[in-house]
Structures are given as C-alpha cells and as structure tokens.
C-alpha cells in the first residue's frame, strides 16, 4: 500500500517551486513536486526564442533570494530567469523534492486527501494537492478561427521566431504582451504586418524609462489612491508620453486612449513594453478594429472599422488563454478563479486543494503573487492559521469578484483571473499578518520607508514581519532596491492625494460605476 504524502504540488514552473520551497521551509518535509516535463521552468522553458521578461528583476524576485547586485533595472530573457529559478531551487533544496517526467493524468478525492494517477500507471496518494499548473497553457480562441483554412495559422504559445514570415502579409491578432512581442518581430520582417484590436491594447508601458526600470513606479506612491482616481492617471500619463515628441511615444498615447473604460489604466491590464508602438511608429505596421469576417478562407479579412485586408498569407492569434485542469474531476475542471477563495481554495476543499497561480495581476508581476499565495498555503498547512468556514470562503469570493469586475469591466469578465495586484497582495498580506510596519518605518527608518513605498511593490515587503518574515534579510535587501525618481508619476500620486485630503470630508467620496 503507497504512504500518504502530506503534500503534493503538481508542476515545477516558478509557481511550483515557490510553493514547494514554502511547504519545507514552514516544516513540512514529506512534500512531494510532481512535473511532466524534465525540467523546471513551466512556460518559459518552452516559449519563443527571445522572450524578455516584462516585469524587472526588482520586481520579478522572490523576496528571500537576490538578484545580483547591479540587476535591479535589468529584464530577464528567459534563459537568465530559469538560472535564476535553477539557483533559487539549489538554494533551498527544492531539486530534491521534484519528481521529473511525473505527468498527473487523474486526481480526484479520496479519503485520505487526494488520489493521484499518473501517466505510467503509477498512484500517489495525499493529504494536500496543491495545482501550480499554469493557466497560459490551452489557446483561447475567436469563434472565427475554424474559418482561416486557406492561411496559416499559429497560436502565439506555438510561435518560436520570425523565420516563416518574411516577405509574407501578416495579420496579428490581440493586443497584449504576446502580440507587442510578436508584432514586432514580425513587422521588421514581413512585407505587410496588421495588427487587429477589437478594443485596446491594455494600457502600454515601456520596460523603461531612462537607465530605470518603468515598473519601479508600481508603487504605492501612486497605487495607495482610490481606483477612480484612475482617469485622472490615464489622462496624465497620456501628456506625459506626448510630450516626448517621439513618434514612439505618440503611437504609444495614441493606443492608450483606446481604453475608454471606467477607472481607465486601473480597469485594465498592462501591455509592459513599447514593442507595439515601435512596431507601428518605426515599421509601418497598421492597426485595425476587431475582426468581422472572414472570406475566402482567410485570404480576405473584413474589421470592424470598414477595413478590408487582402491577401492575407498568414494570421497569428495572440488571443490569450483559458485555464484547464483536463485531469481534475468533471466540474473543477475549467474553475471559474472568481469562485475561489481568494483565487486559491474552493469551498468544499478547503485547505486539501489550492491552486498557485490563478491571480493574474494587472500590473507588477505574477512571481510575487504565487509567493504569497504559497506562503498562506503553507501556514494552512502547518496548522499555523485556518481558513474561514466555508459559507464565509463563498460570500468572501462573491464580494471580491464584485469589486474586482466592478473595476476591471471587460478585461475583467474576459481574463476570469485577473486582479488589482495592489489590492490583491495587500489583501494576503493581511491575512497572513505580514503587512509592511509603515508608521513605525516611517518614524524610525525613513529611508526604508522610501523603498516600501516609492520603491516597487514587490514581494521582499512582505518579509519585514508576521509569520514567515525574515526582517534582518528583508531589509538589507530592500536598502539595494531602487527608489523612483521625483518623476510625472509620483507627481501625479501626490497630486491625488492632496486632491483627497482636501475634498475629505466636506463631501463624499463619488460612488463607484456600475459594472462597465
Ligand atoms: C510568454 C510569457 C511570458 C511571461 N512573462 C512574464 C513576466 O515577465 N512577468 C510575470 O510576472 N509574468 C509573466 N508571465 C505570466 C506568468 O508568470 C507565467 O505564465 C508563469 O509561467 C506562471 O507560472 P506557473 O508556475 O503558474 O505555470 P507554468 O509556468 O505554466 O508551469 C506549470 C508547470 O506545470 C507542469 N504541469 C502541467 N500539467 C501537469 C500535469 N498534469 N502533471 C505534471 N506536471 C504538469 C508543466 O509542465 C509546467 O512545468 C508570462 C507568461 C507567458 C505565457
Ligand atoms: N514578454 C513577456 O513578459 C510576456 C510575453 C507574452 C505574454 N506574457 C504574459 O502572458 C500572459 C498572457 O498574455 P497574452 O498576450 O498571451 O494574452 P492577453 O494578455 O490575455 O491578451 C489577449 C489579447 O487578445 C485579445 N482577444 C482575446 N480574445 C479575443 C477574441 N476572441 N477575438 C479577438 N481578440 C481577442 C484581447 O483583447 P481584449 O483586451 O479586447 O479582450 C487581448 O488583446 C499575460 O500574463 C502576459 O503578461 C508576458
């Protein structure tokens, strides 16, 4: 008969190894990582050959492990980041705990837990199942995708380089990361390259601003504002980019005036680099409404703005994913993240089954988030801390899915895990009671002060207290991080905030929108 393993966490891309990494270091040692492949990494061991990080290695970084010094402005290629998680994993013994070619093909209740199948037939029995499984895994595509036949046709997940588009007439579908990453490369090199939005391209950042990392500004500075200030941010950072008299910078206002929805940036994701602009301003891709039909088997594309595009050689749909656990019973199968628990724990499971990964921030970064997610998980499981009962655990997800499609509006119903990143990590950090001290900081340690929040939000603020905190390393760490300049950001978030306190409390606060 096979023992029961307290713990089993299914995959070995960075939201796996976090989690492992959690379980052991809060004492429980029989934890067990399961991954199909032979090699750590998830996503980014199996993705196009030039892929840049988005988020900074200031904002990538797991709290508790260093970047290197002199990275804090520099974005990983992919490469760099599995060394990174390869020494990270070293470090702290995770290797050992990783089964590799372990693919889970069933796991359903049983009573001591779990009951996994894996593919070689073999059976692996636990209390606790934790899914860092990815959710950029399955394609997610337009109800029109079976009517390209006489093109070729790629998913982004399937795109590896440019090579099979050169000289062709191209038409990129989708604005986020994956369509600015892949627009561009195909764009230097096709003879004609279209890019099809049916609404905007998120909210366009650049990677950087100067020798800075852009994503240093996602900080509290300007986030710690109420979300309807977030109209007022967009209309700010739109003169800010015209002012550069940069035909870059101008494309780049120009797609982010396409966001008409209610918090403007904060009701949507961000696109965290320039590729798309630059792809427009500087190789003379075109940009087109959504698609509206589609003739002779994709050769001839019809959009929503009256636009024909003919002789259409090839499309690339970069049209995001849908989450799936194909190995899950039937009704967990395709879990709407809005029905869990903090994107983590469905109400009949309990602690016994959690997922890692399932809050996609709309700004900052993923690894943070799957940090924490693993931190709260591990605390449950070491019998540190209790989740609520679960008819609490429903109304709590139900009054969170409400804010957070209140704010998000269509990015929100589309991308089902899709969260405010500020008001998500905070919102963890409180119930594992590692918010940041920041009166007593301010008052006695100012310039860490600074870095918690002028600084970016990243995962090592967390650290300074509460359970799993590790203050003497969290601080030398955050005194290497950057603090961001006096710049048109934290102008603007002063700017809120005087706004604030001097219309609190003659009059009220404007009651939130309806749902966009
Ligand atoms: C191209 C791309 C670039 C990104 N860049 C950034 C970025 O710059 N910054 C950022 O914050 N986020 C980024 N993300 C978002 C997010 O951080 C990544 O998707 C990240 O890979 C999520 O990690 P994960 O561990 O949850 O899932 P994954 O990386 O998908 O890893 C899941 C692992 O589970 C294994 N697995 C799956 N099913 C099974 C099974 N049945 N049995 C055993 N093993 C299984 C897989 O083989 C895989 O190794 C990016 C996403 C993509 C797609
Ligand atoms: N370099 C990097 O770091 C990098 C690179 C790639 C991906 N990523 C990450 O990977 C994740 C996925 O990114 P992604 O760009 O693949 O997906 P995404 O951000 O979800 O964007 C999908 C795009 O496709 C559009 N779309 C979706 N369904 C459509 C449909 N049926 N018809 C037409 N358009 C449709 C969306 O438009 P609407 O907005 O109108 O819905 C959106 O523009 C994100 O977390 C991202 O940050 C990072």
Redesign the pocket.
Known sequence: MNAVRECVV????????VCTKELVEQGIDDVLC????Q???????D??DN?T???SCT??MFSDFWIGDGRQHH?WSKQEVLAYWDAYARHFGVFERIRFG????SAEPAPCGWRLVLADGGEVLCRRLAL??????FPNLPDWADDLQGVSVLH??DYRNDAAFSGKNVLVVGGG??AA?ITLEIARVARRCTVSLRSSAGWILPRKRGAMAADIATHRGLYGLPREFGIEVSRQIIRHEADYDDPVHDAAAKLNARVTAAYGVWSTYGT?NFSLPEAVARHGCGVVAGVTGVEDGGRRIRFADGEVLDGVDAVVLCTG?RSRLP?LPEPLRAQDPRALYKHMFHPAYGDSLVW??LA??GY????PI?EMQARYFALLAAGRMALPAPERMAETAAADAQGYLRQLGHSGRRIRNLVDYHRYMDDLAGLIGCMPPFWTLFLLRPRLWLRVVYGATQATQFRLRGPGGKPALAREILMKLPVSRFNHVVKVGLKGRLWYALRWPWRPRPSEPAEA
């Open positions: 299914i995959g070995a891309g960075p939201g796996g190894l399961l991954e199909k492949s090699a750590i990494g998830g996503v980014f061991a993705t196009y892929l990080l988005t988020s904002f990538s974005f372990a693919e889970v093909v860092a499984v990815g959710g950029n895994r982004s997940k990361e994956s990453d965290k994913y190995f890692i990964g996609r921030p900052g970064s993923q690894f799957m």
